[in-house]
């Protein structure tokens, strides 16, 4: 079988074990199938059974993510991650949706029912996990500054929210997306400071000693321009930016000669990984196996 699989390839699919997928478009630069295997690879040596377990990449466009998911099912894989552009278009095509993945509208994991796919999202929780590992920064009690307004951030603020942040403050480029997103989240927020703000006004309203999310696409190209003007702020404790690569995005660079503590977003990809193989295995995942392996990854860019 070639490393990027496509619907083409299931014809032929037979495996006696247990199959998990990622599937995107495109997926070729995916490094959760290095993750998955490394951290399976050290489960199968206390446990035999994760010996019979593989983890695939499946290229699959978005017309054809419900085809995808039913072909799979039939096929009996097992567990699926699912990245861009899926994880939204998803939620329409599961028969069950995790109650905390429900405020989000978005699922990024999925495990096999007898009758079809029920979805979970583990982006938030890979989220707080890495910030309070490479921050050493907590979500609960503490002002929170979030760039952006699209699925990643929609997952971001509903964790922030979730775990009792102190104020949530939301700056997007796109007014009414931002807004949109606000309008959704106000049911939740309920005693939590939730404000929108223009990230590109002169100043920005935003409390001292805040965290700072970036959740937007820019510092995917390394002339992208912030998508905020970190002077402006008061004090940030830290700035975490989802982008691992490239590894220091313009808005990192700047906090970095600002003086406030930095992390890209590889350890929230890996803890989001870890979380979504312990729901398929509901065995304890060696976070350092795929950690190693994701760096590794990277480095072979
Ligand atoms: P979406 O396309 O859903 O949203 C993109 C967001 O970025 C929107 O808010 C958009 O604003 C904003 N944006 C795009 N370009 C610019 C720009 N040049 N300046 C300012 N704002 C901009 O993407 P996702 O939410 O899925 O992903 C966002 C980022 O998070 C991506 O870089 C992705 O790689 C990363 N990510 C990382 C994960 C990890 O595990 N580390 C997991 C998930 C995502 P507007 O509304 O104005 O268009």
């Not at 990024?108 to 979970?120: D, E, I, K, S």
């Amino acid at each position: 079988m070639a490393s990027v699989l496509t619907l083409a390839d299931l014809d032929r699919w037979s495996f006696e074990g247990t199959a998990l997928a990622v599937l995107g478009f495109p997926i070729k630069h995916s490094i959760s199938p290095a993750m998955h295997t490394a951290a399976l690879s050290e489960m199968a040596q206390s446990d035999e059974r994760f010996s019979k377990w593989t983890y695939v990449r499946f290229e699959v466009p978005p017309e054809h993510l419900g085809e995808a998911l039913r072909r799979l099912h039939a096929k009996s894989f097992y567990g699926l991650n699912l990245t861009v552009p899926h994880k939204v278009l998803a939620c329409a095509l599961v028969e069950e949706i995790d109650p905390a993945a429900r405020p989000i509208g978005a699922v990024n994991t999925l495990r096999r029912t007898a009758r079809g796919w029920q979805g979970f999202n583990t982006d938030g929780y890979g989220l707080a996990k890495a910030v309070q590992e490479t921050l050493g920064l907590s979500l609960t009690d503490r002002p929170i500054v979030l760039l952006g307004a699209g699925g990643a951030a929609r997952g971001a603020a509903v964790e922030c929210l979730q775990r009792g942040c102190q104020s949530l403050w939301i700056g997007n480029r796109t007014r009414e997306n931002l807004d949109r997103l606000l309008s959704d989240l106000t049911p939740l927020a309920k005693n939590t400071v939730l404000r929108g703000f223009d990230p590109t006004q002169p100043d920005l309203p935003c409390p001292p000693n805040a965290l700072i999310i970036n959740a937007t696409s820019a510092g995917l190209k390394s002339d992208d321009p912030p998508p905020v003007d970190l002077s402006k702020l008061d004090r940030p404790a830290g700035v975490y930016d989802m982008i691992y690569n490239p590894p220091v995005t313009p808005l990192l660079a700047a906090a970095r000669a600002l003086g406030i503590p930095t992390a890209n977003g590889l350890s929230m990809l890996v803890h989001q990984g870890v979380r979504a193989l312990e729901i398929w295995s509901e065995a304890s995942v060696p976070v350092l196996a795929m950690q190693t392996a994701a760096q590794d990854a990277m480095r072979l860019r």
